[in-house]
């Protein structure tokens, strides 16, 4: 009997102690580990997709875990410039909430300057095309070259989504300098 009682107590410890499981993480690739990049810090991370791949790349300079994290430097050619990468996520489910996330942190060798900034997005689309986009937090000149700044924003898909982007922007603005990133997270509510 204190046999069976004492193993209650230890399976009800056990199960105080596990914790919940977290939500399954919608995208691929979310700390930028793959691919390692041999030399060439212009490897786009498996998973993404780039508008203006010459400005970022998986680099070696800073993670916040893991080896490897994303630079994103500012494109030349003025206010209108922008750059980023995408994560295409196939399985979104209308009216769901969905919470993106990455950790920003400053270039000390070329810090952001001037008007220049970044920006995480969530695209929704129907049918090939952007029907609404719900825009995240921003991070600028005053971002930390020291510690990594967890950038955060929660939306709900629009009615007849069939698919969303998970974007992360560098917009130029006449300014300029460099920013990393790393540990993305996406889930569904
Ligand atoms: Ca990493």
């Known amino acids: 009997m204190m046999k069976l009682f004492f193993i209650m107590i230890v399976a009800g410890l056990l199960m105080l102690t596990t914790p919940v499981l977290a939500a399954e993480n919608l995208l691929e690739n979310p700390g930028f580990e793959e691919p390692i990049p041999a030399g060439d810090t212009d490897d786009s991370p498996i998973g993404w997709w780039s508008w203006n791949s010459d400005y970022n790349g998986t680099t070696a300079d800073a993670s916040r ?65 952007e029907i609404d986009r719900a825009w995240g937090p921003t991070w600028g000149v ?30 130029a603005e006449d ?15």
Do not use: H
């Not at 410039?81 to 942190?105: C, H, L, R, W």
């Not at 300014?175 to 509510?189: H, L, P, Q, T």
């Open 175 to 189: 300014g300029s300098g460099m920013f990393y990133i790393d540990d993305a997270v996406a889930v569904g509510k």
């Open 142 to 171: 005053d971002l930390s070259c020291n510690k990594w700044k967890l950038c955060e924003m929660t939306a709900i898909a629009p009615k007849g989504t069939d698919e969303c982007f998970f974007v992360i922007t560098f917009f």
């Open 65 to 129: 875990t893991g080896k490897y994290s994303v630079y994103f430097i500012g494109p030349p050619g003025g206010e209108a410039q922008t750059q980023g990468i995408v994560f295409t996520f196939k399985n979104v489910e209308p009216d769901k909430e969905y919470v993106f996330s990455v950790y920003a942190m400053n270039s000390k060798k070329d810090s952001i300057k001037e008007r220049a900034y970044g920006q995480i997005s969530i695209e929704w689309r129907k049918d090939n095309e």
